[in-house]
């Protein structure tokens, strides 16, 4: 019962947003295939950021659970604010690399010179609100390790509907606003984190919910605590890099294949299945991260390590059973997004790999949840490594192209590395040793 109190809402907030970019999609895809694809691409790349700010976050979350779980709301608020302020540095520093590197990297990915030319902007304006983004995903982290789940529900729900309106607006001209194409959907994007960030700096100065930000505390770097903070987020940070950048090259190899267009459009659309099931393993994961990290900050580590198991348990039986129906619907899911033949062919057989691979991909992250949540995140980066980049890219190109499966191959080969990532992180959290960790 407690896993799925604290699962629950941090599924429904991260399906919002997942609901959000599906409309975001849905609106793009009446401009054409080529921008359908241009949003696609692009939002591969803005994957990479968002996941690495979230992993980045992880040593806040750690720290606020065991001071939570200690009875200390003085350390819980230092934590906080030392987390905000290295993120927003952190956050500033990929925004300029990301604006100075958006045309290489779209002329790398992208089948097309007039796929690259339209994401080009979309991906610009990105980077220059990625320090919201990054914020909010501060405050909604810091949240989550308090144990209130609830109070980022509302944040997304704010969030999702600020950044509809306005990206309708901005991608269709309505309302008398500048029609600004695949660009508005960006824009969008970031006045929905504008407007998430403000209520959520409320919400943590109120004195109203499980964590506040005091006044004895302080913003200014504390070298201690940021050590403390970046030991546990850095390598989980290079694991969301890793993770993510092999998707980047995973989205290359589609822009090899015989279609490469068809093929990157069904990814397109399907990805955000991909990512529906995905935030409902990451859900577990959060779980798992706040109760073995509150446990162990009161002091119990039996109870630690059952919170640990059981969600490891229930993780991926949950998206086996969620994933089932969404495969079977395949076909008339993807119809609603295109009439191509061959781009729902594709995206359906990608629906069929997501289902098998996200319970091995939910055993790795409710296992890494555990380990966060005793500050244990060196292991899972060399996981990562591992699965995403010896495991994953070399069977995916082998598969798709040395034996001729073309993308049918690089969707077994999505099967196989979740499958290696998984069985290696539930080891590590069976061997015990982060019972020891000293954070």
């Known amino acids: 019962r407690p896993i799925y109190r604290l699962t629950t809402p941090v599924f429904l907030g991260s399906q919002l947003e997942n609901l959000i970019n599906l409309v975001d999609i849905y609106m793009v895809g009446r401009l054409g295939v080529d921008a359908m694809s241009a ?3 692009a939002t591969t790349l803005t994957m990479v950021i968002r996941i690495t700010m979230v992993a980045v976050t992880s040593g806040g979350f750690t ?5 939570i779980g200690a009875g200390d709301p003085h350390h819980a608020s230092s934590t906080a604010k030392q987390s905000l302020t290295l993120v927003a540095l952190v956050s500033l520093v990929f925004a300029l690399l990301g604006i100075a590197l958006s045309a290489p990297a779209l002329d790398f990915l992208s089948p097309s010179h007039a796929v690259a030319e339209l994401g ?6 990105f980077f220059v609100g990625l320090v919201f983004i990054a914020i909010n995903y501060v405050i909604q982290n810091c949240l989550y390790g308090a144990g209130d789940t609830r109070t980022p529900l509302y944040l997304s729900l704010l969030n999702s509907i ?3 309106i306005a990206s309708y607006g901005l991608i269709f001209g309505a309302w008398g606003l500048p029609t600004l194409g695949i660009v508005g959907a960006a824009v969008g994007t970031i006045i929905g ?7 959520g700096m409320w919400a943590l100065y109120s004195g109203r919910f499980a964590l506040s930000l005091l006044p004895a505390t302080s913003y200014r770097p504390d070298r201690e605590l940021a050590s403390h903070i970046l030991t546990i987020g850095i390598p989980a940070g290079l694991q969301g890099i890793f993770r993510n950048g092999s998707n980047i090259l995973f989205v290359k190899f589609l822009a090899l294949t015989q279609n490469p267009v068809a093929a990157v459009a069904a990814y397109t659309v399907g ?8 935030r409902g393993s990451l859900s577990f994961g959060t779980a798992a991260q706040t109760l073995v990290g509150q446990r162990i900050g009161a002091g119990d580590i039996p109870q630690a390590e059952r919170y640990g198991w059981t969600t490891i348990l229930v993780g991926p039986l949950s998206m086996l059973l969620m994933g089932l129906p969404l495969a079977l619907l395949g076909t008339p899911y993807m119809h609603l997004f295109t009439t191509e033949v061959e781009v729902v062919r ?4 990608y629906l069929w790999a997501i289902c098998l691979a996200e319970p091995f991909m939910a055993l790795a992250i409710a296992s890494g949840g555990g380990l966060r949540g005793a500050g244990d995140t060196k292991p899972a980066l060399n996981y990562t490594l591992i699965a995403q980049w010896l495991v994953r890219l070399p069977a995916s190109y082998l598969l798709a192209f040395a034996l001729g499966l073309d993308t049918d191959g690089l969707w077994i080969g999505l099967v196989i590395v979740s499958a290696v990532q998984g069985a290696l992180t539930v080891r590590r959290y069976a061997g015990g040793a982060w019972k020891a960790m000293k954070v």
């Open 193 to 199: 984190q504008i407007a998430g960030l403000v209520a």
């Open 162 to 164: 600020v950044k509809l």
């Open 120 to 125: 080009l902007p979309f991906l610009q304006v």
């Open 271 to 278: 990805s955000q299945i991909e990512r529906f099931l995905r």
């Open 39 to 41: 949003v696609g691409i």
């Open 346 to 349: 594709i995206g359906v057989a």
């Open 63 to 67: 720290l606020v659970a065991q001071a």
